[in-house]
């Protein structure tokens, strides 16, 4: 069964620009989650999808946002690119009941010059 | 406000000796609680949790205690291994009562086993 699957795994951008990130979840589960991973803050929530419909969203501007197809894959979108966006962004599948458990992709590592 | 804490940024242990890794959490609406470990380049993966009705969960040398008054818990690593040096994620997040699936990260805490 394969895992999760995030694309790019690197991503070199510049300040002002925009980007989308991939994540194809495991086969079946219809829950994702996107994180940001920074040194100081530690994984951050941003939000979760659960079939094609925002279900839950963190405390993020605007200008992150993402969206869910009907095959479960999804896409997060980050807007007028910041320095302060270079990250790891992690990918999170699951079933999406109570209780199911959430399985990590290997992350996008986002670098904003 | 961070929910979640892990007040050691660091931990070195010597393998085969005890690691033990800390988490306190302040908001009482959550219910249930996991480990992830991560390894640099890799994304978390889940190493046990505890539902709030327990107070300890074992799976093998990994043994999760909940305190719920003292709103802690913390995992043992018996024997510690050099394999299991990497960053260690507490989570937290409501179980139920509504959509509330996101999990709540400490900020993680890098343990060292030193051979």
């Known amino acids: 069964k394969a895992g999760v699957t995030q694309t790019p795994r690197y991503l070199i951008k510049t300040r002002g620009q925009q980007v989308t990130l991939s994540c194809s979840p495991i086969s079946g589960h219809r829950s994702v989650s996107w994180y940001q991973q920074t040194p100081g803050q530690g994984l951050q929530f941003l939000f979760e999808?659960?079939?094609?419909?925002?279900?839950n969203k963190g405390n993020f501007p605007g200008r992150f946002s993402g969206r869910q197809f009907s095959n479960s894959r999804s896409e997060m979108n980050v807007s007028t690119l910041e320095l302060g966006d270079s990250a790891l962004y992690l990918c999170?599948?699951?079933?999406?009941?109570?209780?199911?458990?959430?399985?990590f992709g290997q992350g996008t590592r986002l670098t904003v010059v | 406000d961070q929910q979640v804490k892990q007040n050691s940024p660091s931990l070195s242990v010597q393998e085969g000796r005890i690691s033990i890794l800390n988490c306190d959490y302040t908001n009482s609406m959550f219910d249930y609680f996991l480990w992830y470990k991560k390894y640099p380049a890799e994304g978390p993966t889940f190493l046990i949790s505890?539902?709030?009705?327990?107070d300890k969960n074992e799976d093998g040398r990994f043994t999760v205690f909940l305190n719920k008054s003292a709103k802690h818990l913390s995992l043992h690593i018996v024997p510690s291994q050099p394999g299991d040096s990497a960053v260690y994620f507490c989570?937290?997040?409501?179980?139920?009562?509504?959509?509330?699936?996101?999990?709540?990260f400490g900020k993680g805490t890098l343990l060292t086993v030193n051979p």
């Open positions: 999170a599948s699951s079933f999406g009941g109570e209780g199911s458990l959430a399985f």
């Open positions: 989570a937290a997040r409501r179980n139920s009562g509504g959509s509330n699936y996101k999990l709540t």
């Open positions: 505890i539902s709030s009705i327990k």
């Open positions: 999808y659960f079939s094609e419909t925002q279900r």
